[in-house]
Structures are given as structure tokens and as C-alpha cells.
């Protein structure tokens, strides 16, 4: 027999642009990254995924894997806080059977075949699914077919057509279920061909009200005002296509947390984001995340800090159009001169959060 030695691989450590791009989801720790990659930290010898919840190492002592079998092949142990190992099986799992029931057209797919498709057991399979999405397989496979429905829809596929492709045996089974998850009739729904669900709260603060929005994966918007009807209609000519509806409880925490903030106090729950965006307003949203409480940078500062010293313009820009106020703290963004320069929200709730956060600034 011939035998032929192969040395066994080197894990790869990520390096570049890749790498500054996980090193933004960890700072963030941007839960949709969990599953992508796995960070390392050097002086722990101990990785994690990148939305554990412990403290940020330095970024020279962060490195990056594609996967957990990387991170240990060069000696590296799993966080036994956000086990990040477990996270990757569930992953895999459900990316797996994701790709199945995406494909399948058929009305009532049976969980047991598809586990065994993957040669996981049925439990185990409904376990990941909730983990990774919070559904039960069943009602993640109707999702996905309701998704593929709208999307045949808004391709200017006919009702019938549709109906038929996505596997709803008769006309009448589709229309039992739009009240619940289509919102409207699909006639409507071909007309108007929106393509965002955003549910908004208002509430009081000591800033005047506040709207918080959100979709299923995250806020979209928060606005301060006089009154309701000003920052609905603000939040209709953002997204002037979605669909939006009052949310009368499920944002309890998030508005809390905003709340919180709005006093000046430090962030105690991480608020997942979901805003439409250019990759520079992106950067430069990030990087105003990272200014501290209490902290301001100018503009020209910002620019400096995303490596584009001449695009103080686009920076400021980028500030202005923030959907997100607070969260995203673009109060702490002021001119070099010192002067507060324009805030969306008027400039006298940007100088009330700057001195509630303690900001040595003066106001004079
Ligand atoms: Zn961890």
C-alpha cells in the first residue's frame, strides 16, 4: 500500500477585512453572527461566539476562526458561559433542515422525516430550531412557505399560481391564514407589495414621547417628540412601503431600556438593531457606538477614527439621518468648535442628554 504522509492542516486564523468586519459583530455582539465564526481570545486561551456576553478582550489579543474545530485545533477552550460549540451544532442543524423544508412544497411536512434526512432525531431537531429561531420546525416551515408566497406575489405571479406552487391545497386554506400572517387579504397584499412588518410604541420620558419600532429581528427606529401623531408620521415617510402597527406590549424591555438611557444611565441590555442602511452609514454608526458615556467627538474626530479624513461632510450626514436616536448616540457627536451643531430631535434634547450623561461640555 502506498502511503502518502499528509500533515494535518493549519487551522486558519482569519486576518483583513473579514476580520475587522467579526470584529465589529463581537463589539456589537451581534447575534446574527452567531454561527459565522467564533473569536479567541489570546490571553484566556478561551473562545467564544460572537454575541457572548462577557467582557471585550483588546482587539490585539482577539483573534478569529470560521468554526469552534479551528479555535481548538490551536489550543483554544469553549467559554463555558456562551458555549459557543453548542450553538454551532444547532446551527448546522437548522441551516440543514432549513434547506429541506425551503424546498419542499408539500402542506404538512412531517419533522421525523426531515430529522432523518439529517440523521438527527426529531427532538434534538425541534431543540435547535427553538435555540437558533424561537419557532417550532412546523411553524418555521410555514413561515418559509408564507415567505415564498408573498415573494411569488410581489414577483407578479398570479394568486392561483401562487397558491398552487407553494403547496395550499385550496384557495380557501391561504385565506385562513392571511388575518394571522399576511396581514391583509393577498389581493391586497399583491397591490401594495410592502415588504417590512414594523410594530411601534410611544411612550412619555422626560423627553417629550418617544417611539420605539421594531421588526422581528430588531429596532428600526426611535424618534423624540411632541406627540404621537408627528412620530408616526415620521416613522410613515421612513419606511413608507411597511406595514406598521401599534405594539401594546411586546417591546416592554426594549422601551424600558430606552427609557433608562434616556435618563443618562449606562446600557444594561444589549438592543438588537434592524435599520436600513449604506455600508458608510453603517461604519459610521458603529463607530458612534463606541463613544463613551459621558464622552463627545466632533465630527472631525469621527472621520479621523473610520480612516476618512476627508468625509467630515458625509460623516455629519450620516449622523443626521440616524434612525435610531440614543441607541445610537449621535448626541455625542458635536462640532470642532465646540458648538453642539443640529440634532434631529432640536437641539435642546441634544444638550439635556449630553449633561445628563455627565458630558464636560460647555453649554455657555
Ligand atoms: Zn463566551
Not at 266 to 280: E, K
Request: aromatic content about 8%; some cysteine; charged content about 25%.
Amino acid at each position: 500500500m502506498n502511503t502518502t504522509f499528509i500533515p494535518k492542516q493549519e487551522a486558519s486564523i482569519i486576518s483583513g477585512t473579514t476580520a475587522a468586519r467579526f470584529w465589529q459583530a463581537t463589539l456589537h455582539r451581534d447575534r446574527r453572527a452567531d454561527g459565522t465564526f467564533v473569536f479567541a481570545v489570546r490571553s484566556t486561551q478561551i473562545y467564544c461566539r460572537p454575541s457572548c456576553p462577557a467582557r471585550r478582550p483588546l482587539r490585539s489579543n482577539a483573534i478569529f476562526f470560521r468554526s469552534p474545530e479551528d479555535a481548538e485545533h490551536r489550543g483554544f477552550r469553549a467559554c463555558r458561559r456562551c458555549r459557543p460549540k453548542e450553538l454551532q451544532s444547532a446551527a448546522a442543524l437548522v441551516a440543514r433542515a432549513a434547506a429541506l423544508l425551503a424546498n419542499s412544497d408539500e402542506e404538512n411536512v412531517r419533522l421525523e422525516s426531515i430529522a432523518a434526512q439529517i440523521k438527527a432525531s426529531p427532538e434534538k431537531l425541534r431543540r435547535a430550531f427553538r435555540t437558533m429561531t424561537g419557532l417550532s420546525p412546523r411553524d418555521f416551515a410555514e413561515a418559509a412557505r408564507m415567505n415564498r408566497f408573498k415573494k411569488m406575489l410581489r414577483d407578479g405571479r398570479s394568486i392561483t399560481e401562487a397558491l398552487y406552487a407553494c403547496g395550499f391545497g385550496s384557495p380557501s386554506r391561504i385565506y385562513e391564514k392571511t388575518n394571522s400572517q399576511l396581514g391583509m387579504t393577498p389581493a391586497a397584499y399583491k397591490k401594495g407589495a410592502p415588504g417590512m412588518f414594523i410594530e411601534y410604541s410611544i411612550t412619555r420620558s422626560s423627553l417629550g414621547h418617544v417611539l420605539v419600532a421594531a421588526t422581528d429581528r430588531g429596532i428600526s427606529a426611535i424618534y423624540l417628540g411632541e406627540n404621537d401623531k408627528q412620530l408616526i408620521t415620521e416613522l410613515r415617510a421612513e419606511y413608507p412601503k411597511a406595514e406598521l402597527s401599534a405594539n401594546s406590549t411586546g417591546h416592554g424591555p426594549w422601551v424600558r431600556e430606552v427609557l433608562k438611557r434616556i435618563e443618562g444611565d449606562r446600557p444594561s441590555v444589549d438592543l438588537p438593531l434592524d435599520v436600513q442602511a449604506t455600508a458608510f452609514q453603517r461604519r459610521v454608526w458603529q463607530e458612534l457606538q463606541k463613544i463613551p458615556l459621558g464622552s463627545t467627538r466632533t465630527y472631525t474626530q469621527v472621520a479621523h477614527a473610520l480612516g476618512k479624513p476627508n468625509s467630515v461632510r458625509a460623516v455629519a450626514r450620516a449622523c443626521a439621518t440616524n434612525p435610531v436616536s440614543i441607541v445610537v448616540p449621535c448626541h455625542r457627536v458635536i462640532r470642532s468648535d465646540g458648538q453642539l451643531a443640529g440634532y434631529r430631535w432640536g437641539l435642546k434634547r441634544k444638550q439635556q442628554l449630553l449633561e445628563r450623561e455627565g458630558s464636560q461640555l460647555n453649554f455657555s
